[in-house]
């Protein structure tokens, strides 16, 4: 039964499907008793039940031949099967028209018979077990739509048959994972900050309840509680964490998806970084699925839901190259129409500041992309003398975005002065990606043959570089409000910092005497950033990133001996350590920062400390729940 189904048609459908609900009339079948049989005259019997008004009269025997006998049995045990199916059904459609939930009936085959289907009683999943084996695999049938245009897709036509829906889970709240007072906390912590950072990932569900969020989707309420608890720094985090690994693996094999998957996995990748990898590759193919890229279009016709899953597209759009472009690896999602005329997105009916923030991330992740194109990934590849003109353009338009939006955004209700603060320092991650590229193979054959001008050229770049970094440094040190953002930024943010002082470090031991850096204001820069995240993450959650972060901030500050009395260069020795080893082990995450002689500044792809590739797969299965 659809949502728009009048009730009586699911009546009919179940006529349909199993016929009139009455016996069969077997009295035409029993004609006569054994005696009148013989006899040959007719026989009359109460209710097809010997003994017939002659036998009764004369006295004599009347009796049924077995044949008969037994379809009289059948008849009874017919009549308590179908009783039974109909209580079944009317209880199944009682719920389902309730909760709008599709009814699926049995199928007639080709004889007329029914299919076996299962019993409406064992459809209900216990626990967070979610049925993925349902689906006959290698089902397809071909559909006709002569209304369609012929230039439509070959894939178009093609649609699974007698695929069945996956059943839901019962969320962790009615289980008893953890209590309805405490999700609650966790989920006002989300939706009332936490989300306002990355421009509302839930959409139309923003102002909605726990209690409409437990109905839409168990995963989407998870992950908005798993998040909550982690930057609420709960003791719950743990169970939440598991319960989310638990619900979204299986969706790697389901066949069947909604918008509310994808708001679920985008909030996983943004802020759960030892799973944001593997989160961003099954968004992306899952948002392909569902063709959230296709809703653009329609979103500029003034169409409500379009608009949503358009937005949604360009959310994933950003979360995906959160992950890729800093990493050093290609992004999943094209750059198709949405991306390429983003702008006009800002001309929907429903348009919100939150969406122009939106755009806004777009365009800048538009440029690191053709960035991350035009240079490649081999960092010990010099740039080329005439790299220089692409390296100047790119620069133009990350200034020019910066220009466009710095002053457009006033100060939000849920996390103050973030949009305006937010644009200069994601202005600067993108100058430092970007700039650092001129210190690629710095030591190479070919970077020591360009000729001076064009050395100018690259050190006055290098030289850009710097600056980006030291102005991160000073806004995470300077700007209280910034402060209070940290435990709240995704994932990006913390490795971005953490990028920034890496690179001061090596540029600060290697190159003093060609890029322009005061060491001493460096040291303090260092020292005073330590003493601010160190204060920042004592009431975070262990297992949060910048946790790792700052220790292996502090750690590799310890080993360079910047400290006030210590020489302002990092000791030659540290540079010719082994490369750097990721250890984050959940409990006791530590990063370990080493300086690697070989491919100087191949930390700018993130490389130097990948907290997504080094994770322990069997890690994972052992935290998955039996």
Same mark, same amino acid.
């Given at each position: 039964?659809?949502?728009?189904?009048?009730?009586?048609?699911?009546?009919?459908?179940?006529?349909?499907?199993?016929?009139?609900?009455?016996?069969?009339?077997?009295?035409?079948?029993?004609?006569?008793?054994?005696?009148?049989?013989?006899?040959?005259?007719?026989?009359?019997?109460?209710?097809?039940?010997?003994?017939?008004?002659?036998?009764?009269?004369?006295?004599?025997?009347?009796?049924?031949?077995?044949?008969?006998?037994?379809?009289?049995?059948?008849?009874?045990?017919?009549?308590?099967?179908?009783?039974?199916?109909?209580?079944?059904?009317?209880?199944?459609?009682?719920?389902?028209?309730?909760?709008?939930?599709?009814?699926?009936?049995?199928?007639?085959?080709?004889?007329?018979?029914?299919?076996?289907?299962?019993?409406?009683?064992?459809?209900?999943?216990?626990?967070?077990?979610?049925?993925?084996?349902?689906?006959?695999?290698?089902?397809?049938?071909?559909?006709?739509?002569?209304?369609?245009?012929?230039?439509?897709?070959p894939g178009h036509y093609l649609l699974r048959a007698n695929s069945v829906p996956a059943n839901t889970p019962t969320d962790m709240i009615s289980r008893g994972v953890i209590s309805t007072e405490n999700a609650l906390r966790y989920f006002d912590e989300y939706?009332?900050?936490?989300?306002?950072?990355?421009?509302?990932?839930?959409?139309?569900?923003?102002?909605?309840?726990?209690?409409?969020?437990?109905?839409?989707?168990?995963?989407?309420?998870?992950?908005?509680?798993?998040?909550?608890?982690?930057?609420?720094?709960?003791?719950?985090?743990?169970?939440?964490?598991?319960?989310?690994?638990?619900?979204?693996?299986?969706?790697?094999?389901?066949?069947?998806?909604?918008?509310?998957?994808?708001?679920?996995?985008?909030?996983?990748a943004f802020w759960l970084s030892d799973l944001s990898w593997s989160l961003v590759g099954l968004t992306v193919r899952i948002t392909t699925e569902l063709q959230l890229h296709k809703s653009f279009s329609k979103a500029l016709q003034g169409d409500r839901n379009? &608009?949503?899953? =358009?937005? *949604? $597209? +360009?959310?994933?759009? #950003?979360?995906?190259?959160?992950? %890729?472009?800093?990493?050093?690896?290609?992004?999943?999602?094209?750059?198709?129409?949405?991306?390429?005329?983003?702008?006009?997105?800002?001309?929907?009916?429903?348009?919100?500041?939150?969406?122009?923030?939106?755009?806004?991330?777009?365009?800048?992740?538009?440029?690191?992309?053709?960035?991350?194109?035009?240079?490649?990934?081999?960092?010990?590849?010099?740039?080329?003398?005439?790299?220089?003109?692409?390296?100047?353009?790119?620069?133009?338009?990350?200034?020019?975005?910066?220009?466009?939006?710095?002053?457009?955004?006033?100060?939000?209700?849920?996390?103050?002065?973030?949009?305006?603060?937010?644009?200069?320092?994601? &202005?600067?991650? =993108?100058? *430092? $990606? +970007?700039?650092?590229? #001129?210190?690629?193979?710095?030591? %190479?054959?070919?970077?020591?043959?360009?000729?001076?001008?064009?050395?100018?050229?690259?050190?006055?770049?290098?030289?850009?570089?710097?600056?980006?970094?030291?102005?991160?440094?000073?806004?995470?040190?300077?700007?209280?409000?910034?402060?209070?953002?940290?435990?709240?930024?995704?994932?990006?943010?913390?490795?971005?910092?953490?990028?920034?002082?890496?690179?001061?470090?090596?540029?600060?031991?290697?190159?003093?005497?060609?890029?322009?850096?005061?060491?001493?204001?460096?040291?303090?820069?260092?020292?005073?950033?330590?003493?601010?995240?160190?204060?920042?993450?004592?009431?975070?959650?262990?297992?949060?990133?910048?946790?790792?972060?700052?220790?292996?901030?502090?750690?590799?500050?310890?080993?360079?001996?910047?400290?006030?009395?210590?020489?302002?260069?990092?000791?030659?020795?540290?540079?010719?350590?082994?490369?750097?080893?990721?250890?984050?082990?959940?409990?006791?995450?530590?990063?370990?920062?080493?300086?690697?002689?070989?491919?100087?500044?191949?930390?700018?792809?993130?490389?130097?400390?990948?907290?997504?590739?080094?994770?322990?797969?069997?890690?994972?299965?052992?935290?998955?729940?039996?």
């Amino acid at each position: 039964m659809t949502n728009h189904e009048p009730p009586g048609s699911a009546v009919r459908r179940l006529r349909d499907t199993f016929g009139d609900p009455k016996p069969p009339d077997i009295t035409r079948k029993i004609t006569a008793c054994v005696a009148c049989r013989k006899q040959k005259i007719k026989c009359h019997m109460n209710e097809s039940q010997p003994p017939c008004a002659r036998c009764r009269k004369k006295g004599l025997p009347c009796t049924v031949n077995r044949s008969l006998q037994m379809l009289l049995e059948n008849d009874a045990v017919w009549k308590q099967n179908i009783e039974q199916k109909i209580q079944a059904l009317e209880a199944a459609v009682s719920r389902n028209v309730n909760n709008n939930i599709p009814l699926d009936l049995p199928q007639r085959n080709e004889q007329g018979l029914e299919n076996e289907p299962s019993s409406v009683g064992e459809e209900v999943v216990e626990g967070n077990q979610q049925d993925t084996t349902s689906e006959r695999p290698g089902r397809w049938k071909i559909t006709i739509d002569l209304e369609s245009n012929p230039g439509a897709l070959p894939g178009h036509y093609l649609l699974r048959a007698n695929s069945v829906p996956a059943n839901t889970p019962t969320d962790m709240i009615s289980r008893g994972v953890i209590s309805t007072e405490n999700a609650l906390r966790y989920f006002d912590e989300y939706q009332n900050r936490l989300d306002h950072f990355v421009y509302r990932i839930l959409g139309d569900h923003s102002t909605a309840t726990l209690g409409r969020i437990r109905e839409v989707s168990p995963l989407l309420t998870t992950a908005i509680c798993a998040v909550g608890a982690l930057h609420l720094s709960s003791s719950d985090f743990e169970a939440l964490y598991k319960e989310f690994v638990a619900l979204s693996a299986p969706l790697s094999f389901s066949r069947r998806h909604t918008v509310d998957d994808v708001r679920a996995l985008c909030i996983g990748a943004f802020w759960l970084s030892d799973l944001s990898w593997s989160l961003v590759g099954l968004t992306v193919r899952i948002t392909t699925e569902l063709q959230l890229h296709k809703s653009f279009s329609k979103a500029l016709q003034g169409d409500r839901n379009h &608009y949503s899953r =358009a937005r *949604l $597209y +360009l959310l994933v759009y #950003a979360c995906d190259h959160h992950f %890729s472009v800093p990493y050093g690896r290609p992004p999943m999602t094209r750059e198709c129409e949405a991306v390429r005329d983003a702008r006009k997105f800002l001309d929907c009916t429903y348009v919100t500041e939150d969406d122009a923030r939106l755009v806004s991330q777009v365009l800048r992740w538009s440029i690191c992309t053709n960035m991350y194109d035009t240079f490649g990934s081999d960092v010990d590849r010099p740039l080329s003398d005439a790299d220089i003109s692409q390296v100047r353009r790119f620069s133009i338009a990350l200034d020019s975005l910066r220009a466009e939006w710095g002053d457009k955004f006033k100060q939000n209700a849920h996390v103050g002065n973030y949009p305006r603060k937010g644009v200069g320092i994601q &202005y600067h991650f =993108a100058k *430092l $990606y +970007l700039c650092s590229h #001129a210190l690629r193979g710095a030591g %190479s054959r070919h970077a020591k043959s360009r000729a001076p001008d064009v050395v100018l050229e690259f050190e006055e770049i290098a030289n850009s570089a710097v600056l980006s970094a030291v102005s991160i440094l000073r806004a995470v040190i300077s700007d209280p409000e910034i402060q209070s953002y940290l435990n709240g930024l995704p994932t990006y943010f913390d490795i971005m910092i953490a990028f920034a002082v890496v690179f001061l470090l090596k540029v600060s031991t290697r190159f003093s005497a060609t890029v322009h850096l005061d060491n001493q204001e460096t040291q303090r820069l260092m020292l005073s950033l330590v003493t601010v995240l160190k204060g920042v993450t004592a009431s975070m959650h262990p297992h949060h990133l910048l946790v790792s972060i700052t220790k292996g901030i502090d750690d590799l500050l310890q080993r360079s001996r910047m400290a006030p009395s210590a020489a302002q260069a990092v000791p030659m020795d540290l540079l010719q350590q082994e490369p750097q080893q990721i250890i984050y082990d959940r409990k006791t995450p530590h990063v370990d920062f080493g300086l690697e002689n070989d491919g100087l500044f191949d930390q700018y792809l993130m490389s130097e400390f990948d907290f997504l590739s080094e994770q322990d797969p069997e890690s994972l299965i052992r935290m998955s729940p039996r």
